[in-house]
């Protein structure tokens, strides 16, 4: 008897890899099971293109080749892509109205190798505009909506972002996994926030080529999964040296999916006091204290740390994200692609189409960004950030030298209602405190699930392991992940629960 | 307005002096652009030679081509400069509808090359030390053409991420005679290393003239830049016509605006440009997309040992082998084409005979035809053979000029147009003789007056005598043997 | 660090994005909150740290001179708002 809808769109994609290699399905009824979950799930508004067309033929490709005994390493996966990556005639719009009607002639280097892999395309998540927020409140085309809510509390909440369209999906089962990018904590964020498993490699392990600049020393491809060894499986299939991105390191992939298991035995575990924070609510500090029982408990070591210059990383990186994105934006002005509103003169133009292609939190950014860096400001301001920059690298390095990862909560808070800190962009800004830090020094980070709050919502613990080190990293979160047993699933599942 | 003189200028105040410093962008040789793949070949269709790199188009990345540092690095090295074995790439943001990114990778705090220096070679035969400030690599912009359309600007972007030298001198030139000198120069040391092939009208090398006035030895007073003169006439116009301007001016008891102008190459004037309505503030910073630029100091070794005899050293080589004089020698050395071809030419023969030959008749018939010196059909080989038919006495130094330019017309060599058409030289002591005593036999009165004192009649009988030979008498024996049998 | 409204205005300028003038006072607002948080990077003593140059530890990639991209126009101005005769248009710019 072929299963239920609702046990193929609950499978993860380790379930999925061995159920299609067993034959108990088909790429193609799987790819039908997901369809059916992304439309089940339109009120979430977590995608922004669905490729239904597209999916059904890749699924057929993918049976094809199972069919001639060629199978790749995720074979039939239907996935979900974040809306920064370009894809190939598929619309892409990095969530906002700059890129209104803009329809790559090109596939980012990252998606192109998931699709070698025999991974199927469902559809474009939705996300911030250009990546900025954590809260997916900024995007263009609305917010999404965490399928998560507080028991007896109809109030919708954010799913975090700006990946939030990618967790979301995941959450919801409209997906096994999905990709999105990290910049500040734009991939650990939602998935603390959405009860699910997020990543960030090391910078320079995924290629950037192809997806659309927010930040460009700190952004990084990852993958958003339920499970740990998923994103083992997917992170193996976007890794590697691309020639394209000079920042792409030239360093072997290893078998991400061979780390895991075993306990923590003979690791030494850093725990930072600065990230004690004032205000952090005690469940979330509970659940640190929990975290490092676990691991205790699995064999490993546990070592206070300091990293000193913490509390800078998050204006350090307010200084340096904007500055780079005012450049990055520049770009989206009306001549080549995208969004034109006409003006009198080609000044008035470019200052239309900006004026209202872009959202008030990219606006916003790129002052910000344009002001660091103008005459008379720029030592003060950027090149300040980029010293604080070298000290914060040096902490780690320093941490590193005595242990192997680094255990901390993923966020200050649990996920909050939508709508809510829309005000206050510097409240709004804090979500990221306990990620941004790893995202300066270019280091790896997860973000495991690992309880809910006492109104019932998802919390999330991260660790950041040594550069180039993602097996450790995913070696220590499998551990967490077996010891925390997070079972729970949110309130809104597609297809059924 | 006032006069311009050797770079002094007489206004009605008194003496003013030009400071001119100059910005040349020179395309760097190669066959794809500094950051993409996209071919750099000129006068393709629009956007034909465009990469989704150079379009700018989202998530797109710069990837460094390798050819493109060890140019700046060749030509720093020619120009006797600093080479910063870690440079950086930063990004200088404005607004342009030909600058897709919306900023330039160029450099900045952090240039390939650092200071160094150029000899120019002045009309006088003298020579005068300039520096160089500083060379960067950086993109070129695509090219906007306004005049196509009555409201409408049209964008291709062909030239959109081609590498550029900005190559940045020290304001050490005087008069409008040295920029021009520089300019040569520069273009002769750049077409040498063939780092860049200097042609002014395709655009591959650009000029931005800054210019200020001060009275002798006063500091400097404020500057102008006036961008794209292209070409080393346009460059001198602009200089002089500028600095008048500026005279005028300050004479007047105005100040200087330190502005971007433009040269209007039709009405040989500068103007203020119009799109200036706020202060440029590029906002440099890092390009985050590249990393610091480090090269190997064996590698830059490598390069300094493959550099080829630059003008400079071969001038010197000239002057000594060929005993010429340094003019001489610096206007055969400017084209690596000319001093080969000379050189060729004056090897075992009369060095002085080769460089008249080269520089008169060679460039004179080039220039009415309007061929390159590698199509003339005259090559050294046959310039060669003509100067030994010189050397050797078989024809005359006029019969040779009708010879080279039957020679051009056919290419045929010397020595067969010279059989061909008879035109060897008469050095027969009895022919001579029996020509002379004819015409001195049909001009009894012309004869006369030489022996009653008039020296002058002599030419007139010289001038007989090679009419009835058709030019074919030796003129040394003409003349002797006519003084004989005058007296 | 305290913006005003002209700060404002003349940073728009340069990033050209329009903001209407009645929008002036709010942004000089929330500019001048988030310049100010960002300033507490002043307390901290950065003398002698070098400003971090690249993240990843690698040297800068050089890649062979070989004509590998580009000839393909009609992929390069189809996203275009408008081109004519294969050439991208925009409002006329006078130099
Ligand atoms: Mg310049
Ligand atoms: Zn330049």
């Known amino acids: 008897m072929a299963p239920a809808a609702s046990e193929l769109t609950d499978l993860t994609i380790a379930g999925a890899r061995a159920a299609l290699a067993k034959g108990e399905m088909s790429a193609r009824e799987l790819t039908e099971a997901q369809i059916a979950a992304v439309e089940a799930a339109r009120p979430l508004n977590a995608f922004i293109t669905e490729t239904p067309e597209k999916a059904l033929m890749m699924a057929e490709a993918s049976d094809a080749r199972r069919r001639a005994g060629e199978v790749r390493p995720l074979e039939g996966i239907p996935l979900a892509i974040k809306d920064l990556f370009c894809t190939e005639g598929v619309p892409t719009t990095a969530g906002s109205h700059i890129l209104d009607g803009f329809t790559p002639p090109y596939e980012s280097s990252v998606t192109a190798k998931l699709w070698e892999s025999g991974a199927v395309m469902l559809g474009k998540t939705n996300l911030d505009e250009f990546a900025m927020g954590s809260s997916n409140m900024t995007s263009y085309f609305g917010a999404v909506e965490s399928p998560w809510r507080r028991p007896g509390d109809d109030r919708p909440l954010v799913p975090g972002g700006s990946s939030g369209g990618s967790a979301a999906a995941v959450a919801a089962r409209c997906a096994p996994g999905a990709i999105g990018t990290d910049t500040g904590g734009s991939i650990r964020q939602p998935a603390a926030f959405c009860g699910i498993v997020g990543m960030k490699p090391t910078y320079g392990r995924c290629s950037r080529w192809g997806v659309v600049a927010f930040a460009s020393s700190l952004d990084q491809p990852g993958p958003l999964t339920r499970t740990v060894r998923d994103a083992a499986i997917l992170l193996g299939a976007m890794a590697g040296h691309d020639p394209k991105d000079s920042t792409s390191v030239d360093t072997p992939v290893p078998d991400y999916e ?14 930072p006091r600065e990230y004690r924070l004032d205000g952090t609510p005690p469940e979330i500090e509970a659940l640190w204290r929990q975290g490092i029982e676990w691991l205790k408990h699995a064999g490993a070591e546990i070592r206070d740390i300091s990293l000193p210059h913490t509390s800078y990383a998050l204006p350090a990186y307010y200084i340096i994200a904007p500055a780079e994105a005012s450049s990055n934006l520049a770009r989206y002005d009306g001549v080549r692609y995208g969004l034109r509103v006409p003006g009198a003169d080609l000044t008035e133009m470019y200052e239309n189409t900006r004026g209202q292609g872009f959202g008030a939190e990219v606006k916003r950014r790129v002052l910000i960004g344009t002001y660091v860096l103008s005459a008379g400001y720029y030592d003060a301001y950027y090149n300040k950030a980029r010293r604080v920059r070298s000290l914060i690298l040096r902490d780690f390095t320093d941490a590193f030298e005595e242990v192997d990862a680094i255990l901390t909560p993923t966020a200050p808070s649990e996920a909050f209602a939508v709508g809510e800190k829309m005000d206050d962009p510097i409240a709004m800004y804090l979500n990221d405190v306990f990620t941004v830090p790893a995202s300066l020094a270019g280091l790896p980070g997860i973000s495991v699930p690992a309880g809910l709050s006492a109104s019932g919502l998802p919390l999330g613990l991260q660790l950041i392991g040594r550069a180039f080190d993602e097996e450790t990293v995913l070696k220590v979160a499998g551990v967490l992940e077996e010891a925390a047993g997070f079972d729970a699933k949110p309130q809104f599942v597609a297809g059924g629960r | 307005m006032a006069d311009t003189n050797g770079g002094l200028i007489q206004g009605k105040t008194g003496p003013w ?53 060890a140019q700046a690095v060749k030509t720093g090295l020619a120009l006797n400069a600093k080479i910063n074995l870690t440079s950086v790439f930063e990004r200088k943001n404005y607004f342009y509808p030909d600058l897709p990114q919306g900023y330039q990778i160029s450099q900045y705090l952090q240039p390939i090359v650092g200071e160094g220096t150029i000899e120019l070679d002045l009309p006088d035969g003298s020579t005068k030390e300039v520096g160089i400030e500083r060379l960067h690599m950086e993109q070129d912009a695509g090219k906007s053409l306004h005049d196509q359309h009555p409201t409408m600007t049209y964008i ?10 900005e190559i940045v001198s020290k304001p050490d030139m005087g008069s409008a005679e040295e920029a021009a000198a520089y300019i040569a120069k520069l273009r002769s040391i750049l077409r040498y290393l063939g780092t860049c092939d200097g042609n002014m009208e395709e655009g591959s090398l650009r000029c931005d003239v800054n210019l200020s006035m001060r009275r002798p030895g006063a500091a400097l007073g404020t500057r102008t830049e006036t961008k794209n003169v292209n070409s080393i006439r346009f460059v001198k116009l602009a200089i002089e016509y500028e600095a008048r301007r500026q005279v005028q001016v300050l004479e007047d008891g105005g100040k200087v605006v330190q502005e971007t102008r433009l040269f209007d190459a039709d009405k040989g004037v500068t103007r203020a440009m119009r799109s200036k309505e706020e202060a440029h503030d590029y906002r440099y910073f890092p390009d985050p997309d590249l990393l610091p630029l480090v090269l190997d100091p064996d590698w830059v070794e490598d390069i300094r040992r493959g550099l080829p005899e630059l003008p400079d050293a071969r001038k010197a080589r000239l002057v000594d082998d060929f005993a010429l004089s340094p003019y001489d020698a610096g206007v055969l050395v400017a084209e690596r084409e000319t001093a080969d071809f000379y050189e060729a030419v004056a090897k075992g023969r009369d060095a002085k005979l080769a460089a008249n030959w080269l520089t008169g008749e060679v460039f004179g018939a080039l220039n009415r035809s309007g061929m390159a010196l590698a199509e003339a059909p005259v090559d050294a080989k046959k310039l060669g053979g ?23 017309e056919s290419g045929k060599p010397a020595a067969a147009i010279v059989a061909d058409q008879g035109l060897e030289q008469i050095s027969d002591t009895g022919a001579i003789e029996a020509i002379v005593a004819q015409v001195i036999a049909d001009s009894p009165g012309q004869a006369e007056q030489f022996k009653s004192g008039n020296e002058k009649i002599l030419g007139w009988f010289v001038g007989q005598v090679m009419k009835a030979s058709q030019g074919k008498a030796n003129p040394g024996l003409v003349n002797r043997i006519l003084r004989d049998k005058l007296s | 660090m305290a913006v005003d409204r002209a700060t404002v205005a003349r940073i728009a300028k340069l990033a050209r994005i329009r903001v209407p003038e009645r929008d002036l006072d709010a942004l000089a607002g929330e500019l001048s909150n988030i310049l100010s948080w960002i300033e507490q990077l002043s307390e901290l003593d950065t003398e002698g740290v070098a400003p971090m140059t690249s993240v990843v530890a690698v040297e800068l990639p050089r890649r062979a001179d070989a004509v590998t991209d580009g000839g393909y126009p009609d992929k390069v101005i189809a996203n275009a708002p408008e081109a004519v005769h294969g050439f991208f248009a925009v409002p006329k710019v006078i130099e």
């Open chain 1, 258 to 271: 061979a780390a895991l298991g075993g306990d923590a035995r003979g690791l030494k575990i850093g725990i």
């Open chain 2, 156 to 165: 291709d972007l062909n030239r959109s991420g081609i590498t550029l030298m």
């Open chain 2, 386 to 408: 003509l100067i030994d038919l010189i050397a050797d006495g078989t024809i005359s130094g006029r019969i040779a000029k009708e010879v080279f330019e039957a020679m051009w």
């Open chain 2, 17 to 69: 002096e030009m400071v001119i410093g100059l910005e040349v962008h020179a395309q760097v040789i190669g066959e794809s652009k500094l950051f993409s793949g996209a071919a750099t070949a000129f006068g393709a269709a629009p956007n034909s030679q465009v990469s989704l790199v150079d379009a700018a188009m989202p998530g797109m990345l710069p990837v460094l081509n390798g050819h493109s540092v």
